[in-house]
């Protein structure tokens, strides 16, 4: 497993990450304004460009699996966005490992925080059992 920070050349990479992750939830929410898997390349691009904002990519063999995005809100607070697994590894624990190893990068982070929907107990679960 090998973690990559990336920049806005890799942004069709992370589309295609969110779009499939996120997809089932905006099937089954219709939240179509909210919903990560409708970002555009532009948006994407514009979430790279964020200032104090960094995104990688999670590979398993060379192979792009995961996406994350982290921001600082504050001194000490960062937050996770866009936490994204592809459907077909999804269950295996690389989420987890995933948000581990980003802690660890930012060891310096005092509080994170990070935006789920409630209604996703498996979600809400992953992130419960990290705190």
């Given at each position: 497993?090998?973690?990559?920070?990336?920049?806005?050349?890799?942004?069709?990479?992370?589309?295609?990450?969110?779009?499939?992750?996120?997809?089932?939830?905006?099937?089954?929410?219709?939240?179509?304004?909210?919903?990560?898997?409708?970002?555009?390349?532009?948006?994407?691009?514009?979430?790279?460009?964020?200032?104090n904002?960094?995104?990688?990519?999670?590979?398993?063999?060379?192979?792009?699996?995961?996406?994350?995005?982290?921001?600082?809100?504050?001194?000490?607070?960062?937050?996770?966005?866009d936490?994204?697994?592809?459907?077909?590894?999804q269950?295996?624990?690389?989420?987890?490992?995933?948000?581990?190893?980003?802690?660890?990068?930012?060891?310096?982070?005092?509080?994170?925080?990070?935006?789920?929907?409630?209604?996703?107990?498996?979600?809400?679960?992953?992130?419960?059992?990290?705190?």
């Amino acid at each position: 497993m090998k973690i990559i920070k990336i920049d806005e050349a890799y942004a069709t990479d992370a589309k295609r990450i969110i779009r499939a992750a996120y997809l089932p939830l905006l099937e089954k929410y219709h939240d179509e304004k909210e919903n990560p898997a409708n970002k555009t390349v532009d948006d994407v691009i514009y979430d790279l460009k964020r200032e104090n904002s960094d995104a990688y990519l999670l590979l398993k063999d060379d192979e792009k699996i995961g996406y994350v995005r982290v921001g600082q809100r504050g001194k000490g607070e960062y937050s996770i966005a866009d936490l994204a697994i592809r459907p077909e590894y999804q269950g295996n624990g690389y989420a987890q490992f995933f948000i581990k190893e980003i802690e660890k990068m930012y060891s310096m982070a005092e509080k994170w925080s990070l935006v789920t929907i409630m209604e996703e107990k498996k979600d809400c679960y992953l992130y419960e059992k990290l705190v």
